[in-house]
């Protein structure tokens, strides 16, 4: 079995990790004025220094930064395009954990005019940083949100209809907006980027299929535009530049908002959206079975993401072996390869285990790994 000496990889993980009291506290003082933007910046990067040596040493041939720059895993982004406002959201959505559920709604997003990247990109300096402390031999990774979120957390009764008269020159700016972008990020190095999808997930879902219904989008029709918008943002990347997509169907404290499986999108997931691979959420029934890696065509790798973040109880090793023996029925072994479901601390708090219980999980996934395919 060929060794994959590029990403993705066989024991791989989704991004976010545990943020550190100090540089949660670092943060905090910020926020109230009490810190300088330079400390700031000083805390952040020696946090990143630390998660990148820990990433190596549990044997992961990539890192992240663990988005140690951000307060959540997608405003810090979206917000910085010119022109994305906050907005009162008109999606209700339920969060479900081991403690029972609550209603949220999440804050959404306006465009307010034409939008436009700010010069020198949005996660570029960040990128930059991660890769100056990334050791040889470890590929740096970067992951960025959907540029989806941005039309279904409104719809288009929150896209300025004086700026944009007609839809499709929204989905030609916004697809702009993210080839710009990443032309950066590759200009500086990067050549494994992550896009972190949740809306076609949450479009599996029939009780998150009718929010859409109220904000006037079509369910059945979503699943192709989002398709043609995300192929076109990835439009002219570096041809040695691996994109995976990772799908989300929420991820906060241990809770989770959409469930069912990926038949209603699979053959479309797969075959009409142009990533190299798929960080697939595979922790629980609500994620549906195996079945729909069926659609999965030669050349494209399915990352099975086996491994809990929303608790920390441990799997074992021959559970997930038994777990990757029932996909492998779908599609070869050598498509396949193994991660957390998850980030582990897609924001700012409210995590569901320790440290020490991330890092135990990512030396599962290693160690499954190299005793599956014989290499990490």
């Given amino acids: 079995m060929p ?38 910046l000083r805390v952040q990067h020696e946090a990143i220094r630390d998660v990148v040596r820990m990433q190596q040493g549990v044997g992961l041939k990539l890192a992240t930064d663990g988005e140690y720059n951000r307060f959540s895993w997608q405003r810090d982004f ?44 949005i996660f570029v300096d960040d990128f930059k940083f991660l890769a100056s402390v990334a050791p040889a031999g470890v590929t740096p990774k970067i992951t960025i ?38 032309r950066e990020l590759a200009a500086a190095g990067c050549r494994y980027l992550q896009i972190d999808e949740v809306n076609l997930a949450y ?23 989002y398709a043609k918008l995300l192929n076109a943002a990835l439009a002219g990347r570096p041809a040695d530049m691996t994109v995976c997509m990772h799908l989300c169907r929420g991820n906060f404290a241990g809770a989770w908002i959409a469930e069912g499986g990926y038949e209603p999108i699979a053959e479309l997931l797969f075959n009409a959206i142009g990533v190299d691979g798929y960080f697939l959420e595979y922790d629980s029934p609500r994620a549906g079975g195996f079945a729909p890696l069926r659609f999965l065509p030669k050349g494209k790798i399915a990352v099975l993401g086996l491994v809990t973040t929303k608790s920390p109880k441990m799997e074992t090793k021959d559970e997930l072996k038994r777990r990757i023996e029932e996909a492998s029925r779908y599609v070869p072994i050598e498509q396949l390869a193994l991660s957390p479901q998850c ?5 700012i708090g409210g995590n569901a285990m320790t440290v020490d219980n991330e890092i135990e999980k990512l030396e599962l996934v290693v160690e499954t790994a190299r005793e599956v395919w014989g290499t990490a």
Avoid at 88 to 116: I, M, N
Avoid at 343 to 347: D, E, K, Q, R
Wanted: proline share 9%; glycine share 8%; hydrophobic share 35%.
């Fill in 343 to 347: 980030g582990f601390s897609s924001g």
């Fill in 203 to 225: 479009l599996c879902d029939p009780e998150l299929r009718r929010q859409v219904a109220n904000i006037g989008e079509d369910p059945e029709s979503l699943p192709q535009t």
């Fill in 78 to 121: 979206l917000l910085k395009i010119g022109n994305v406002k906050p907005l009162e959201s008109k999606l209700t959505v339920r969060f479900h954990s081991a403690a029972g559920t609550r209603d949220h709604t999440p804050p959404s997003l306006q465009v307010a005019g034409k939008l436009s990247l700010p010069s020198g990109g």
């Fill in 3 to 40: 060794d994959r000496s590029k990403p993705p990889f066989r024991a791989d993980h989704v991004g976010s990790l545990i943020r550190p009291d100090a540089l949660i506290a670092a943060r905090d003082a910020s926020a109230k004025g009490e810190l300088a933007p330079a400390e700031l």
């Fill in 145 to 182: 949100p959907s540029p989806t979120i941005v039309h279904f957390r409104g719809g288009r009764e929150a896209i300025d209809a004086r700026a944009y008269p007609q839809i499709d020159a929204f989905y030609d700016d916004l697809a702009e907006v993210y080839r710009a972008e990443i």
